[in-house]
Structure formats: structure tokens, C-alpha cells
């Protein structure tokens, strides 16, 4: 079982944002518009620097997959 670092994704709003990128429970967050994101500090720091109606790219693991979605944060 690989290990990821990053943000692990427990729950997504099925009317939010993350739902159209999709996230979903199980995926690891690891990057927020080129930063590095290895805990929750490092993530609310990334999209808290942001305005609303930014779009930004989230870089994701899934099932040992790198994945990369654009975002547009409300």
C-alpha cells in the first residue's frame, strides 16, 4: 500500500467546487496553484491567498494515479 503525503480528502461537498473538479474521499491533495501541499496548514495557506472566482490547479493522487484539475475556488 503506497503511502502519499499531502491532504487526505475524507468528504466532498456534492454541491461545491471540488465536486465539478471531481474530487473525491480517498484522494490525496499534494500541490494548490504550484505550492506544496503536504498538511492542511499548507492548503488553507494556498486557497486562503486566493480571491473568489480564482481558478487554480489542484494536483491530486488517486489510487496511485497523479492527477491535475482546474479549480475555480467560490
Not at 499531502?6 to 454541491?15: A, T
Not at 498538511?39 to 480564482?54: F, I, Q, V
Amino acid at each position: 500500500h503506497p503511502r502519499y503525503h499531502g491532504v487526505l480528502v475524507e468528504e466532498v461537498d456534492p454541491r461545491g467546487p471540488a465536486a465539478r473538479l471531481p474530487l473525491l474521499p480517498g484522494d490525496h491533495i499534494d500541490g494548490v496553484a504550484g505550492l506544496d501541499v503536504d498538511n492542511t496548514t499548507d492548503l488553507y495557506r494556498a486557497l486562503g491567498s486566493l480571491p473568489p472566482g480564482s481558478q487554480v490547479w489542484i494536483n491530486v493522487f488517486r489510487r496511485g494515479q497523479a492527477l491535475k484539475g482546474r479549480l475555480t475556488l467560490q
